[in-house]
């Protein structure tokens, strides 16, 4: 039997014993954990990221966007039908003597529409009021900044300085004017995002 | 014997001397009441170091509202139940080791007991069921009052006396059977 003193060693000593695997324990949790801990901070600061945007391209805001948010300006360039809409009518796919399809209930949506001066006359945006019409491209007259007009880069920038905001090339659209074809009184504006305006003389 | 509860605070804050002494002081008892759980007095032994570790590893918490030797003899008593259950089958043991243990057992018994009729009664009351020997050990060796008693052994207050009362009478019954007269019972 053991006397009190050898109990009191014995005691003592497991409690180093036990002390020692605590440490031991901890030491290869933390070595374990920190590693995951660092992963799982990555990946969540990844999904993060990710989720916030950082890292798709951001495609600078169109002009009309950034005017229409502060006054109640409107872009004179934008056009009154979108891409897709034309893509997505029932009518042939885009080409030089295709059939483009405008929808006026779309256009009713811009307060100024474009204008471009050809041959002596201001030919402006159609009545958004109209109802839809078809018409067929014609021969190509020129591009945006041929003429003068809201599809011109330089009248448009002068028309926005003198609204107050700034004019970045990045905000213009490229632009190619048509005739239309028996129909000397209306131009038809493909832009370069795929829109279409129709022009109508005054 | 000094007040455990003042030697634990001792080495609470860090002194070790306090925890030799509730070793010195309680290891005896300890180890003679965890023996009427196990039958085996170096299983005891066993046990009642494991009760020391447990408390200077785990340093419970010791509120007071019991004494100090009851609160560690309800440690040791868990000890000893969770040591049963687990060891509940019957394993055997070789003759001369049982001979060691009944020798190291009487060593203790002398030591600890010292009184002969103490001893006489402490070695009747093995032939007991294990639930009276406890009760008797605690109340008439280790001077615990009912109420502590019933604390350590996990029963109610009534729960103690009954049992205190039936072992009573098989301890006297037992020591009548070996011509033995105890006046404490």
Same mark, same amino acid.
């Given at each position: 039997?053991?006397? !009190? ?12 014993? !036990? ?39 951001? /495609? ?42 405008? &929808?006026? &209930?779309?256009?009713? &949506?811009? #307060? ?60 213009? /659209? ?7 074809? #028996? ?14 305006? /129709?022009?109508?003389?005054? | 014997?000094?007040?455990? *509860?003042?030697?634990?605070? @001792? ?33 005891? +032994? ?7 570790? @447990? ?18 003899? *309800?440690?040791? @008593? ?18 001369? %080791? *049982? ?6 057992? $009487?060593?203790? +018994? ?31 060796? %280790?001077?615990?009052?009912? *109420? ?11 729960? $103690? %006396? ?24």
């Amino acid at each position: 039997m053991k006397n !009190y003193k050898e109990v009191v060693d014995s005691v003592f000593e497991r409690r180093e014993q !036990y002390e020692a695997l605590k440490r031991r324990k901890r030491q290869i949790m933390f070595r374990t954990l920190t590693p995951i801990c660092c992963v799982c901070l990555i990946a969540f600061t990844g999904v993060g990221l990710l989720k916030s945007g950082i890292f798709t391209h951001e /495609i600078p805001a169109s002009p009309s966007e950034s005017i229409s948010s502060g006054t109640d300006s409107k872009n004179p360039q934008s056009d009154n039908t979108s891409s897709d809409n034309g893509k997505n009518s029932s009518q042939p796919e885009s080409g030089n003597n295709e059939y483009d399809n405008v &929808s006026g &209930s779309q256009a009713s &949506s811009f #307060d100024i529409g474009g204008v471009v001066y050809y041959n002596g006359r201001y030919y402006a945006q159609k009545d958004p009021a109209r109802k839809e019409c078809v018409v067929v491209r014609d021969k190509k007259i020129g591009t945006g900044n041929d003429f003068d007009g809201t599809y011109n880069y330089e009248c448009l920038k002068n028309l926005y300085e003198e609204h107050g905001f700034e004019y970045s090339s990045e905000y213009y /659209i490229e632009s190619e004017i048509y005739t239309v074809k #028996d129909n000397p009184d209306l131009l038809c504006v493909v832009l370069s995002n795929g829109g279409f305006v /129709i022009l109508e003389a005054e | 014997m000094n007040n455990g *509860a003042v030697s634990y605070r @001792r080495f609470l804050e860090g002194d070790d001397d306090g925890f030799v002494e509730i070793i010195k002081d309680y290891k005896d008892g300890l180890m003679l009441y965890l023996n009427n759980y196990v039958q085996n007095i170096h299983i005891a +032994e066993d046990l009642m170091e494991d009760t020391f570790v @447990r408390i200077v590893v785990k340093k419970p918490h010791f509120s007071g509202k019991s004494s100090f030797k009851t609160w560690l003899y *309800a440690i040791g @008593r868990n000890i000893a139940v969770d040591y049963v259950r687990k060891n509940a089958k019957i394993s055997e043991i070789p003759a001369e %080791e *049982a001979s060691n243990i009944l020798r190291d057992e $009487t060593d203790v +018994e002398n030591e600890y007991l010292r009184d002969e009729h103490k001893i006489t009664v402490h070695k009747t009351l093995k032939k007991l069921n294990s639930d009276y020997s406890n009760v008797l050990y605690l109340i008439y060796f %280790e001077n615990f009052s009912i *109420a502590e008693t019933a604390e350590i052994i996990k029963k109610s207050y009534k729960q $103690t %006396e009954n049992l205190l009362y039936r072992a009573k009478q098989s301890l006297k019954s037992q020591l009548e059977k070996e011509d033995f007269v105890y006046e404490e019972l």
